[in-house]
């Protein structure tokens, strides 16, 4: 089956860095489009960035732009967010996600989901 596995967040004072990876397997990754998003407590899902099947393409949330940056390596069906200058109101659960053919940012266009991983960014 289908699963997708996040690791990398943890505890960061604001204007940190942390690096998401996203491990997939049970897909043909080349063939997903894939994207990361986030939930803050009480609020609802939010798209963070998303990138093409082949890398050639990338989309991001405004207020990420310029601190964040998604990446993915086909050969080793793994999705990366870099995040820099991190914020307290950065802190969420992030969660990658696989679509196949074209990215998108609606969650409602995603096939398959991560478990998420928590960042947590201290002022």
């Known amino acids: 089956q289908v699963q997708l596995v996040e690791s990398g967040g943890g505890v960061v004072q604001a204007g940190g860095s942390l690096k998401l990876s996203c491990a997939a397997s049970?897909?043909?990754?080349?063939?997903?489009?894939m994207g990361w998003f986030r939930q803050a407590p009480g609020m609802q899902r939010e798209f963070v960035a998303s990138?093409?099947?082949?890398?050639?393409?990338?989309y991001y949330q405004d207020s990420v732009k310029g601190r964040f940056t998604i990446s993915r390596d086909n050969a080793k069906n793994t999705v990366y967010l870099q995040m820099n200058s991190l914020k307290p109101e950065d802190t969420a659960v992030y969660s990658c996600?696989?679509?196949?053919?074209?990215?998108?940012?609606?969650?409602?266009?995603?096939?398959?989901w991560g478990q998420g991983t928590q960042v947590t960014v201290s002022s």
């Open positions: 996600a696989a679509k196949s053919l074209f990215y998108s940012d609606s969650a409602s266009d995603y096939n398959y």
């Open positions: 049970g897909l043909t990754f080349g063939n997903y489009a």
């Open positions: 990138v093409s099947r082949s890398a050639g393409f990338t």
